[in-house]
């Protein structure tokens, strides 16, 4: 999970691990499947910067960040659902382990995917050192086969706020 930084134009890691299925609890939507996307878009309005006349301008922000990721999805061949009706905040400022930040309001929770494959792939295995000490480079191997030929990504976090982003 992370932050949108306005000022810098940037993003914050605020939370690690995969929060699907609790946003799809929080939002209760029952046609838009928040739990396989593989991407999730939360756009917070922070109460916390700006003027008024800023936080007005974010509203007319959110419509055209929206409307740029729906393209962006597009043009790769993506699926893109949007969410806007957001049932209880707090339910998902919980969900996001951000419950105090009463300051965040969110405004659209945006999934994008592929659809979901009738044969994913299958479930990989990783073969490597499972500890290690500090300045060693370890190798592994990660390795999975997919029915339909499909390229496989992989995203690795390890555990001490670092990953290696897609492979």
């Given at each position: 999970?992370?932050?949108?930084?306005?000022?810098?134009?940037?993003?914050?890691?605020?939370?690690?691990?995969?929060?699907?299925?609790?946003?799809?609890?929080?939002?209760?939507?029952?046609?838009?499947?928040?739990?396989?996307?593989?991407?999730?878009?939360?756009?917070?309005?922070?109460?916390?910067v700006g003027s008024s006349t800023y936080q007005t301008?974010?509203?007319?922000?959110?419509?055209?960040?929206?409307?740029?990721?729906?393209?962006?999805?597009?043009?790769?061949?993506?699926?893109?659902?949007?969410?806007?009706?957001?049932?209880?905040?707090?339910?998902?400022?919980?969900?996001?382990?951000?419950?105090?930040?009463?300051?965040?309001?969110?405004?659209?929770?945006?999934?994008?995917g592929r659809t979901i494959a009738s044969n994913p792939?299958?479930?990989?295995?990783?073969?490597?050192?499972?500890?290690?000490?500090?300045?060693?480079?370890?190798?592994?191997?990660?390795?999975?086969?997919?029915?339909?030929?499909?390229?496989v990504a992989y995203w690795i976090e390890w555990g001490?706020?670092?990953?290696?982003?897609?492979?």
């Amino acid at each position: 999970v992370y932050q949108y930084e306005p000022i810098t134009h940037s993003l914050s890691t605020i939370l690690q691990g995969d929060r699907r299925e609790e946003i799809q609890n929080a939002l209760g939507t029952n046609n838009i499947t928040i739990t396989s996307a593989p991407w999730i878009t939360i756009l917070c309005l922070d109460t916390n910067v700006g003027s008024s006349t800023y936080q007005t301008f974010w509203y007319y922000e959110t419509g055209a960040i929206t409307y740029n990721i729906l393209l962006e999805a597009a043009a790769l061949n993506l699926r893109s659902n949007v969410i806007t009706d957001i049932p209880d905040e707090a339910d998902l400022r919980d969900a996001l382990e951000l419950l105090s930040q009463t300051n965040l309001r969110p405004c659209a929770v945006i999934s994008t995917g592929r659809t979901i494959a009738s044969n994913p792939p299958e479930t990989p295995t990783i073969s490597g050192a499972t500890s290690g000490n500090v300045d060693i480079t370890y190798n592994y191997t990660i390795k999975t086969n997919d029915p339909e030929g499909d390229n496989v990504a992989y995203w690795i976090e390890w555990g001490d706020g670092t990953n290696t982003n897609w492979l």
